[in-house]
């Protein structure tokens, strides 16, 4: 009689959970578990502030080569300074030899479950995700550092928006320690080619991870998925994924050539490097605003002849809804509304995050009564945090400039 389920691996490496203090830090909780080890949330007992602290297997320890190479990507990364790329503060080594890494503690969630989390994410943010990852990609490849596991569960989206990057450097110290193939089924959906061959990677390997999300994103199902491992190789390195998946419109047919460059077989005819993948993506959030901005002129119906010519007014809005204002404080009232309504319209369109929205209007409020105009300071942090457009500052002032030439006391 033969047991049929599963057997644990026993090359593995057993992982043990801590209690107690790791150095200066005080463990309080554990946060998550991986393949080489557990995150905890630790308290620094000297700077006094909580950090993420991720605390390796021991046998590392027990290879020298290993952990010299641990410990020279470690600080590689904790050189990087980047706000797309989590903040390492500290490494060392516990008593029994385990390495750890303290890291800036992230509070939100990561982008695997931020996709299964509902409501679903609009393309503008999916795209805007993406665009975050390959900022921070390019600041890692420009410094020589490759991080050979992107995937949704390594991209941590905070609660302001902000898209941190997790887990540089693991990735190979993980194929350097495991042998059972069985391990990497989680991360083999979004390897490349090369990864598959067992070639050498370079920055454009990350890109093709990166491509494989944004399908992802797009399709909702990752584009090589299969059942077992060896199939999931034959189609990174043999198979086209299924375009016919992605949903139809002019917002998908704009991010096709895209999304199927960036999934090329070839190194050469892949993406060249993070800054040219951000770029194409970014040229098509422009010109797909801009055509949604003459769609919209195209919608709204000016009020010719009246208070309310200067105004677009949405569509909808009729002579008799006009007519019913009556009396100028009314109209003046109404004129305000139209304007906010209208800037919504546009806003929205600028700025994915609903609260820079709402310190853009609260800050053109404050204009518009002869008050101080600071709220649009942090409106326009938290746009260029949440977008990380190189023409941020631009698309913010046409925006800004916007607000102000419809403001009637301006």
Known sequence: MSDSGPKPDPAAPVIKEITGRIGKYDILKPLGKGAMGMVYLAHDTILERDVALKVMVASI????ELKQRFEREAKAVARMT???????????????G????????????DLQKAIRTPPPMLLDRKVAIIVQVLSGLAHAHQAGIVHRDIKPANIFINHDGTVKIMDFGVARLTSASMTGTGNIVGTADYMSPEQVKGAK???????FSVGCML????????PFHSDNLMAIFYKITHEEPNFDLIPQG???DALMPILKKSLAKSLEERYQTAYDFAVALREV???????????????????????LAHVHVPAGLTRRDRAQAGGRGRRERRVRELRRDQLALLAK??????EPLDLLVRGRDARDAGRDVAPLEPAKDAFVRDTSTLDADEVFAAALEFILSRNPSG
Do not use: C, Q, W
């Open 98 to 109: 385990s390495p750890f890494i303290a890291m800036e503690l992230l509070k939100g969630m």
């Open 349 to 354: 369109r600028l700025l994915p995050a609903a």
């Open 82 to 96: 980047h706000p797309n790329v989590v903040n390492v503060f500290d490494l060392g080594n516990h008593t029994d």
């Open 215 to 222: 399908y992802e994103l797009m399709a909702g199902r990752r």
């Open 201 to 207: 990677v370079d920055g454009r390997s990350d890109l």
């Open 250 to 252: 002019l917002e998908y």
């Open 61 to 64: 320890a027990d290879d020298p």
């Open 285 to 307: 959030e422009v010109t797909d605003r801009e055509e949604r901005a003459r769609h919209l002129d195209r919608e709204v119906e000016p009020a010719a002849g009246d208070e």
